[in-house]
């Protein structure tokens, strides 16, 4: 087995063993409800818990979105991602099959995408979160993106059938 494979195992087995805990003594009452407010918590705990594995860092989808030049932070309620930056960290992102970037930035700009939004880890190009343990390619395979989505979609307005 690879140091990746094990760092990848490492991770597997704290992101399950954190859940339990988490679930154990109350802290949430199921793991979507980690995802939904005590991300970040979890996220720091998972780092901390795993100080060897060099490269494994929180990171925010914030840290996907441009910055505002008006302010030098990112926009605080939604704005366009950061196409140059995610080219050149992260290549494989791409948006989900049938969505632009456009689309990507207009959901971006409609669910207020910002600090604190979505806290995950990354490690070797894969993204993990409290429901995804064994990674995915891009931040929006995650559950709680393919939520996001799913439900920006369904509201979204339909064109009119001919």
């Known amino acids: 087995m690879s140091d990746i494979e094990i760092a990848e195992q490492k991770i597997a087995e704290a992101i399950i063993g954190l859940r339990e805990e988490y679930l154990a003594t109350g802290q949430a009452p199921d793991v979507m409800t980690i995802n939904h407010g005590l991300c970040d918590s979890f996220a720091d705990d998972i780092t901390a818990q795993l100080p060897e594995i060099e490269g494994l860092v929180a990171v925010d989808i914030a840290s996907f979105i441009e910055v ?54 990354t490690f070797n190009g894969k993204f993990y979160d409290a429901e995804a343990e064994q990674g995915v390619d891009t931040p929006f395979e995650l559950p709680f993106f393919q939520r996001v989505i799913s439900s920006w979609l369904e509201e979204r307005p339909q064109p009119p059938r001919l």
Do not use: R
């Not at 309620?77 to 989900?96: A, Q, R, V, Y």
């Open 68 to 121: 505002d030049p008006d302010t030098g932070c990112s926009y605080d309620s939604g704005g366009p991602f950061d196409l140059e930056l995610i080219g050149e960290h992260w290549p494989k992102i791409t948006p989900p099959e049938g969505l632009t970037w456009e689309d990507m930035n207009q959901l971006s700009e409609d669910a207020g995408f910002s600090c604190g939004t979505h806290v995950f880890l």
